[in-house]
């Protein structure tokens, strides 16, 4: 009741009104506007403001904060998190008609022919954090003679993107070829092509860019070995992981291409805004007790698993039977609902 009676007496001061032009010319006003201060200053009320610099599972982070009543403690201030990069890896797979297949060395053998680029089984990928956030907390100091131990509760807000994960840049010739491979078996194994190329004379002239062949027609025969030996060699992607399995009981395979710009990407997607609890100690460092240094433990509800997308939509929460480092990260995401954060911080009182 006394901190409510105390608010109102703040705000009906402080708020403008029809009388406020009375009140600057009543010579009482200095007098309660002092004894205001003084009574703010003897509860703790905005009487000092801290500078920090902490360090900690949300990055290097700047802070403000003050007192808003002797037992608690109000703070405000930003976190970013360095760039520093997690080694990931993606292997190439062939298939053909939705089922994986072991045929990448003809693939390679074949591309490397026509192109004289050298597909790599591999993918490396590169992962790095991308959290930048505003946090507003509030401190409690539940012992009356022990200002060492707080507990905090408040919110950080950022943006929804954690992290991301593209392929390296050594890997993109890999990846056009790969591109390059799949248009072309898109384009032989369909149903048009074996009419074009056998009865369009301006066909193979525009499918090479060849102008000579204008007038050339395939023979039908070259023309069948051809498709059937794009069938047996399948379709080239990331094999990630399964949708599922069908009614056999055989795995639905998600095959990962690489975008039109010849690359292969994905994002772990978060909650904007984030509440959060913890608990802290702190003490002085200095004598006149200006520097303190405390640590703080407490947790992120960041809105439960962290959700992994990849660049054309797919979401790898909701697939089974993961391979490789997908797996292994996907399995620490899924132990951790919850960001822990913890936080060394050194601040100055003024």
């Known amino acids: 009741m006394k901190s409510l ?10 708020l403008p009104s029809s009388s406020y032009a009375q009140r600057v010319y009543d010579e009482d006003y200095p007098n309660r506007m002092k004894s205001l201060a003084e ?16 360090i900690g599972t949300t990055g290097f982070g700047l802070e403000v904060a003050s007192p808003i009543t002797k037992w608690t403690k109000l703070r405000a201030g930003v976190d970013w998190m360095p760039h520093f990069t997690i080694p990931m890896n993606f ?5 053909t008609d939705g089922q994986v297949d072991d045929k ?3 693939i390679q053998e074949m591309m490397y022919d026509m192109s004289g680029i050298k597909i790599d089984q591999e993918i490396q990928m590169q992962s790095r954090p991308t959290m930048t956030t505003f946090r507003l907390l509030l401190d409690v100091y539940p012992f ?17 993107t954690m992290g991301k994960s593209v392929n390296k840049m050594l890997e993109m010739p890999s990846l056009m070829a790969l591109n390059m491979y799949n248009r072309l078996y898109n384009e032989i194994t369909s149903d048009e092509f074996y009419d074009k190329a056998a009865f369009d004379p301006d066909f193979l002239a525009d499918f090479t860019g060849i102008d000579a062949l204008k007038g050339t027609y395939l023979d039908q025969r070259v023309i069948q070995e051809l498709q059937d030996k794009m069938f047996s060699l399948g379709k080239l992607g990331v ?34 805004f ?33 959700k992994v997308m990849t ?11 993961l391979r490789g480092k997908v797996r292994s990260y996907m399995n620490l995401m899924k132990a951790i609902p919850v960001y822990p954060t913890i936080d060394f911080r050194i601040s100055y009182r003024f």
């Open 91 to 95: 292997e190439l797979s062939t298939y």
């Open 39 to 54: 009574s703010m200053n003897k509860h703790g009320v905005f009487n000092s403001i801290e500078i920090a610099a902490n």
């Open 104 to 106: 990448f060395d003809r």
């Open 144 to 160: 009356k003679n022990n200002r060492h131990w707080h507990f905090t509760t408040g919110f950080f807000l950022g943006g929804n």
């Open 239 to 272: 094999h990630i992981g399964d949708y599922g399995y069908d009614e056999d009981g055989e795995p639905v395979p998600y095959i990962m291409m690489p975008d039109h710009d010849g690359t292969v990407s994905a994002k772990a997607i978060v909650n904007r």
């Open 5 to 14: 009676l105390k608010l109102i007496a703040i705000v009906s001061v402080l």
């Open 274 to 306: 984030r509440p959060y609890l913890g608990f802290g100690y702190g003490g002085a460092l200095s004598k006149d007790g200006k520097w303190e240094a405390s640590l703080d433990a407490g947790v992120q509800f960041w809105g439960g698993v962290p």
């Open 311 to 321: 660049h054309d939509g797919t979401v790898l929460n909701d697939l089974i039977n």
